[in-house]
């Protein structure tokens, strides 16, 4: 049986841009996200997320600056750049794409067994 961090592997990325494509979040509040809008599915690790975030950084579709939380903590929040809304559209390009081949693998299994 898979676990739900295995989904996240080759989806992560794509998870993350579009989590911060509507505002920008802390760390925890995307991880928090994630999971709560998977009907608690998937569940991201801090040892996933954060290399993530910081390859996404790096990747220049991020950006981070520090903020105070609403529980008056300070935290890094995430915002997507201009390069990181293009790579959000492939992304989910790609992930459209993806998703309905393997529709199509099943529901043609199903339709021959």
Do not use: C
Request: glycine share 8%; charged share 25%; net charge positive.
């Amino acid at each position: 049986m898979s676990k739900p961090s295995d989904l996240i592997h080759g989806t992560l990325d794509l998870l993350i841009l579009n989590t911060i494509s509507l505002e920008p979040q802390h760390g925890w509040a995307i991880a928090k996200r994630i999971q709560q809008v998977s009907n608690e599915v998937l569940q991201v690790s801090q040892g996933a997320l954060y290399p993530a975030l910081h390859r996404l950084e790096q990747q220049g579709w991020i950006r981070s600056e520090w903020r105070v939380t609403e529980g008056g903590k300070d935290a890094k929040f995430y915002t997507l750049t201009r390069a990181g809304r293009t790579q959000l559209k492939k992304e989910l390009a790609q992930w459209e794409r993806l998703s309905n081949a393997v529709g199509l693998v099943i529901r043609l299994a199903r339709e021959t067994a």
